[in-house]
């Protein structure tokens, strides 16, 4: 982390701040790990700070210390339009740009209030009063330990804290596997351990949570798979009578789209999963190798992420984004040939 940034947020944070933090819309275990990580960190330190989210979060996510003080900015719109207006430092979490709060962009943008981001997403926006941003960190969440450890108070990561940070690690790394995680990655969760977090615990309350409706609406998306052995793809969708069908609840899909990637040969994986009400579709894809998904998310679908992890959407109807995209491979096959 740059050094005269670390400065600038240290001496921003002598006087006492009244703090919101934000994540991304639709947020993912990096995203609620590392906001309550630091919402600890900044309450306990003589702040007074509170995480607002854009929206609900996953029930596997719903263990971390903390999580019932989280307003929703969807479902408690006033009280969190007065914590916006009355606070004196925004940090905004797991994203590279506002887009990505959905309703509460404009607030962001439109605000005098300072902001600090703390981000490892490819090509960061330049909205942020203090910038951190790192693409090298395997989550946002092991930046927020490392945040912590440079404003030298490394004493001050709790059991809550760890267990916070240790979710998000765990879960943006696909539990240690992805190329993001280095040696340093699980130094840091080496130390988690020690400074009390349950491991087996955690990766339990995350990962163990399955409901009847959501293992068959997998088997449903696995039904769906499409093998495009020409590409070095493979492609599932999940439209809304499915959903429903399977009474879907957010969170339901997450990791689906890992199962089409396990396949030989497959070198690019996507799941597309209709939104109704939204009117759009929502597209995650998965990348083995250096073929970038956020490329390809950012150059097409309105979106982006991480080389090998990234996500979009397409205002068509799912018949037509899945033409899309097949069309789109034709471009890249080369590439994934290779
Ligand atoms: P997922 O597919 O699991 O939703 O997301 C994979 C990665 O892409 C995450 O790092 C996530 O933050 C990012 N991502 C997902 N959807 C979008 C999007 O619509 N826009 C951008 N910029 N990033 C996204
Ligand atoms: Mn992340």
């Not at 703390?118 to 930046?143: G, K, L, N, R, V």
């Not at 597309?272 to 097409?300: C, H, M, P, T, Y």
């Amino acid at each position: 982390m740059n050094s005269e940034d670390v400065k600038a947020l240290k001496s921003l944070l002598d006087e006492r701040q009244k703090i919101v933090i934000v994540p991304h819309k639709n947020p993912d275990g990096d995203a609620i790990g590392a906001t309550l990580a630091l919402n600890h960190y900044l309450n306990d330190t003589g702040h007074e700070a509170v995480v607002i989210t854009p929206n609900d979060f996953p029930k596997f996510l719903k263990w971390m210390p903390g999580h019932r003080d989280i307003v929703n900015f969807e479902k408690e719109n006033s009280r969190a339009l007065d914590l916006l207006e009355s606070a004196t430092l925004f940090f905004t979490l797991d994203f590279n740009q506002l887009s990505r709060t959905g309703h509460m962009q404009s607030i962001l943008e439109n605000a005098a209030t300072p902001v600090v981001m703390i981000d490892h997403h490819q090509e960061p926006a330049d909205y942020a009063t203090i910038q951190f941003s790192d693409t090298s960190m395997s989550s946002t969440c092991e930046m927020v330990y490392t945040l912590i450890e440079e404003l030298g108070l490394p004493h001050h990561i709790t059991p809550d804290i760890a267990s916070c940070i240790y979710a998000g690690i765990l879960t943006d790394t696909g539990s240690f596997k992805y190329a993001s995680t280095s040696s340093r990655t699980h130094r840091v969760v080496a130390d988690l351990i020690d400074k009390g977090v349950k491991n087996t615990e955690i990766h339990h309350n995350i990962y163990d949570s399955n409901s009847p409706d959501r293992i068959k609406l997998l088997g449903c998306a696995l039904a769906n798979l499409v093998v495009l052995p020409e590409y070095n793809a493979a492609y599932t969708t999940l439209n809304q009578d499915e959903l429903d069908a399977h009474n879907y609840k957010k969170g339901d899909t997450e990791g689906f789209v890992n199962y089409a990637l396990t396949l030989n040969d497959v070198r690019l994986a996507a799941i597309f999963i209709e939104n109704r009400e939204e009117g759009i579709i929502k597209i995650s894809f998965r990348s083995q190798g250096d073929f970038s998904v956020n490329d390809l998310a950012r150059d097409f679908f309105e979106g982006g992420g991480h080389t090998n992890a990234a996500g979009g959407k397409s205002d068509r109807s799912l018949a037509q984004t899945i033409a899309y995209f097949i069309a789109l491979l034709d471009n890249y096959k080369t590439v994934l040939n290779k």
